[in-house]
C-alpha cells in the first residue's frame, strides 16, 4: 500500500507531548514551578485537522498541568497524562472510538512511543527523534518538535487526504 492510499485511512492522530508538542526541553523555574513552550502554528494545525473531521489524542508519559491547560485550550478530549505504557491508552481510543489501528496515525520521537507507532497504520517521527525511532516511521518530518514539525504533518494528512484546499477555502475567500 502506497503513502497516499495508508493516510486516506486515517481517522484519528495520536501526538505525543515531550519533544513533539514541544522542543523537548524540561524548564523549571527556581521553585520547581514546570513550564514547556509550544508552537501556535502546530495549535492552529491540530484545529484545522479537527474541524476537517481528522480526531486527535495526546498521549504523554508524564503529568504536567501545563499540558493540561494546553490540550485544553486547544480543546482535545482525548488526552491521556502520566502513560509509562502508551498502549493502555491507545487501546483505550481504539474501543471508545471504535477505530481499527490501521486507521490511527501516531507522532512520536523517542523510544517510549514505539509499542504504539509500531501498531498504528501510519507511524511519523520528528526531525529530531532519536535514530531508533526514525527506523519505524513512515514519515520523518522535515521540522523538529516544538518547531512547526506537528504543523507539517497537520498539512500532510489535509493535503494526502484532499482536504487541504478546502480547509484554505476560509482564510482565502
Known amino acids: ?7 486516506n485511512k486515517i481517522q484519528l492522530i495520536i501526538f505525543d507531548v515531550d519533544g513533539v508538542l514541544t522542543d523537548g526541553g524540561l524548564y523549571f523555574t527556581e521553585d520547581g514551578a514546570e513550564f514547556k513552550r509550544f508552537n501556535s502554528l502546530d495549535g492552529h494545525g491540530i484545529k484545522m485537522l479537527k474541524d476537517n473531521g481528522v480526531e486527535v489524542a495526546v498521549i504523554t508519559a508524564r503529568d504536567s498541568k ?3 491547560y494546553r490540550m485544553k485550550n486547544l480543546g482535545i ?3 491521556y497524562q502520566g502513560q509509562s505504557d502508551k498502549v493502555v491508552a491507545f487501546s483505550d ?3 471508545k472510538l471504535n477505530l481499527s489501528a490501521d486507521e490511527v496515525a501516531y507522532v512520536g520521537d523517542d523510544v517510549i512511543d514505539l509499542p ?3 501498531k498504528v497504520g501510519f507511524a511519523i517521527a520528528v526531525a529530531n527523534a532519536h535514530d531508533t525511532v526514525k527506523q519505524y516511521a ?3 518530518t522535515e521540522k523538529s ?3 512547526g514539525a506537528v504543523r507539517e504533518v497537520c498539512d500532510f494528512i489535509l493535503k494526502a487526504q484532499g482536504k487541504f484546499d478546502d480547509a484554505m477555502k476560509l482564510y482565502l475567500d
Do not use: S
Open 1 to 7: 500500500m502506497n503513502t497516499t492510499e495508508l493516510v
Open 66 to 68: 501545563t499540558v493540561a
Open 77 to 79: 478530549a482525548h488526552f
Open 93 to 95: 481510543l481504539l474501543q
Open 116 to 118: 504504539v507507532m509500531t
Open 138 to 140: 513512515n514519515l520523518i
Open 145 to 147: 518538535g516544538g518547531h
